[in-house]
């Protein structure tokens, strides 16, 4: 089931386009200093590849958090959005109260549950998506492109990160196929392996996205870990010689010159411990196509690794333990 829901990615992406187009945000960029994203797993995600994707252009802080509580510089000067599919995050609740009790402005994404209720019984602006997916981390397209329509109508960024977001569609469906060959042979070589991805600082999203589907989609463990900053600490931690580890590069033909001969040069020092090395090259011209690009390239990488570790890739069985076990408390 979850490859079918990873092959509606791109019919996801134009639906939420189609929202975004008629969504409606009473706050002004005048009322503002920040923006504050409440919203974990699934419905978090969204919010980092957006700070990634504004961030050369919108002219106030967009942050995330990922927590109960939120930090002390909310206010009455920020917009917070609340972020949760389900609308029932335990998390994103308490959350809700804090920036509340802050007195900030609020804006509220989700497919229903407590959340949607609380937007309509106190006059939150709010966007309600499709409620017709199984899973939250397979809704990624709904949270992402309402909040860069959230941005955009707020006036922080123009209209042509928002041709980007549309044209990054047509790249992932018309190069599906390829994804698909491109992303089993990827799930080969990391079958019996631990994943180790690396990429650059401007991309992080990416390498956290790829890690939390190989966690709940192939019920893997992985980790991930940024150039430069690596090179500062984890690179000194490949000493001893481990083939049970393999590292995958997401890269881009324009990389910051300086951080691409860092890649290079970590590839010959770590290539002395771990015999895989896989570098993956993204398709698109702006950030936004080529980390939608990777996105559904990783999805179907887990989902390949999913059925070479004959698990099903929808059930996430220990996180409902969990949410029943704190439920008794």
């Known amino acids: 089931m979850m490859d079918q829901l990873i092959e509606r990615f791109p019919a996801q992406l134009l639906e939420a386009i189609e929202i975004g187009e008629s969504l409606e945000i009473r706050t002004t960029k005048n009322q503002i200093d920040?923006?504050?994203?409440?919203?974990?797993?699934?419905?978090?995600?969204?919010?980092?590849?957006?700070?990634?994707?504004?961030?050369?252009?919108?002219?106030?802080?967009?942050?995330?958090?990922?927590?109960?509580?939120?930090?002390?510089?909310?206010?009455?000067?920020?917009?917070?959005?609340?972020s949760s599919y389900s609308g029932n995050t335990e998390e994103t609740l308490s959350a809700y109260e804090k920036v509340k009790a802050a007195g900030a402005k609020i804006f509220i994404i989700s497919s229903g549950g407590k959340l949607i209720d609380i937007a309509k019984n106190e006059g939150y602006d709010y966007v309600k998506v499709p409620d017709n997916w199984p899973s939250p981390r397979a809704c990624l397209g709904y949270s992402l492109v309402q909040q860069m329509y959230?941005?955009?109508?707020?006036?922080?960024?123009?209209?042509?990160?928002?041709?980007?977001?549309?044209?990054?569609?047509?790249?992932?469906?018309?190069?599906?196929?390829?994804?698909?060959?491109?992303a089993e042979k990827i799930a080969e070589l990391l079958n019996g392996k631990i994943p180790v991805i690396y990429?650059?600082?401007?991309?992080?999203?990416?390498a956290v996205r790829f890690r939390q589907q190989i966690n709940e989609n192939s019920k893997m463990l992985c980790w991930h870990h940024v150039v430069p900053e690596m090179?500062?600490?984890?690179?000194?931690?490949?000493?001893?010689?481990?083939?049970?580890?393999?590292?995958?590069?997401?890269?881009?033909?324009?990389?910051?010159?300086?951080?691409?001969?860092?890649?290079?040069?970590?590839?010959?020092?770590?290539?002395?411990?771990?015999?895989?090395?896989?570098e993956v090259y993204s398709k698109g011209q702006s950030l936004i196509e080529k980390s939608i690009y990777f996105v559904h390239l990783g999805d179907w990488v887990s989902w390949y690794l999913s059925v070479l570790h004959h698990v099903d890739a929808i059930e996430v069985k220990v996180i409902d333990f969990l949410k029943s076990e704190l439920a008794k408390v």
């Open 231 to 278: 090179n500062h600490n984890e690179l000194v931690g490949w000493r001893d010689k481990n083939d049970n580890l393999a590292v995958i590069y997401f890269r881009n033909r324009d990389d910051y010159k300086r951080n691409a001969i860092r890649i290079d040069i970590n590839k010959e020092i770590i290539g002395q411990y771990t015999n895989t090395i896989i």
């Open 34 to 82: 920040k923006i504050y994203v409440a919203g974990l797993g699934g419905s978090g995600i969204g919010a980092d590849f957006v700070a990634e994707f504004i961030a050369d252009e919108c002219p106030i802080p967009y942050l995330v958090g990922k927590s109960y509580d939120v930090p002390n510089y909310v206010n009455d000067k920020t917009l917070a959005v609340l």
């Open 199 to 206: 990429t650059t600082d401007r991309m992080e999203a990416v």
């Open 150 to 182: 959230m941005v955009y109508k707020l006036g922080l960024i123009g209209k042509e990160k928002i041709n980007q977001l549309k044209s990054s569609v047509d790249l992932v469906k018309f190069n599906m196929d390829d994804i698909k060959v491109k």
